[in-house]
């Protein structure tokens, strides 16, 4: 398949898990009914952005969300990038991605690599390493529609992370996110579109819709840019959910024209594992 849709679901989120639950599942429901062939749900959609809540609101695999990520994605035929959730294992817990394909299987799970740790003066303070684990794994996952690469949030910041990705094939990134008030003016944007443009692919930042009651709130603005580093999707900050053609053509007429990844001087400096 050359183009797909793929939807962003900037939902909402409350206090209630079940409530988080249903509500991605009706987004997502409709994104399939408006033509979306992959569709994405944002960070920590079931669970408030606090520490606090990431113990009670966490599950082991599987458990009631990726249950019913599962069967959503099977009832509407659409590859789920299931935002992200806190998940239990051997007594820690990871923020992670669930990805499953059309038939309902896991066919993906990303942990997030790097916590978010911040303290930026008279702005954003963030611990996340006071209650989660870091995951230790680059996630690029195969599909039909070419390879997906999936990384979390502060993962955006390590431009080392998206270059392993394209490496590795991934033709887009996609990231559940929940940037803040303080950086997401400054630096959101900014960060989707040069890890698009340095890696040539489509990058998609997902966010939870503002609420200015949260205690953290988020500064949503979901956006998708293309492998030229234009902005083709964005959602501004209510609950909305957006659409994009991803014509995946695009990646090798603009590698063909700006050969950027042949003219690395692999024999100067080298990226990670490969
Ligand atoms: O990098 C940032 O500024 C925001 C990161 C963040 O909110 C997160 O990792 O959850």
Known sequence: MNSYKLAICQMKTSNNKTVNIQHAIEMIA????NGADVVA???MFNCPYENRFFKEFAEEYPGETSKALSKIAFDCGVYLIGGSIPEFEDGKIYNTSYVFDKSGILIGRHRKVHLFDIDVKDGVSFKESDTLSRGND????DTEYGKIGVAICYDVRFPELSRLMALKGAEIVILPAAFNM???????EL?????????QIFFAGVSPARDENAS??????SMVSDPW???????GKDENIIYVDIDRSLIGKIRQQLPLLNHRRTDLYKVGIL
Request: net charge positive.
């Open 30 to 33: 409709e994104a399939s009914k």
């Open 182 to 188: 303080t950086t997401g003016p400054a630096h959101w």
């Open 191 to 199: 960060s989707i579109r040069m890890r698009a443009l340095d890696n």
């Open 216 to 221: 953290y709130i988020s500064y949503a603005n």
């Open 138 to 141: 680059i996630t690029v996952i």
């Open 41 to 43: 749900l944002p960070e």
């Open 229 to 235: 580093g234009r902005i083709i999707g964005a959602a």
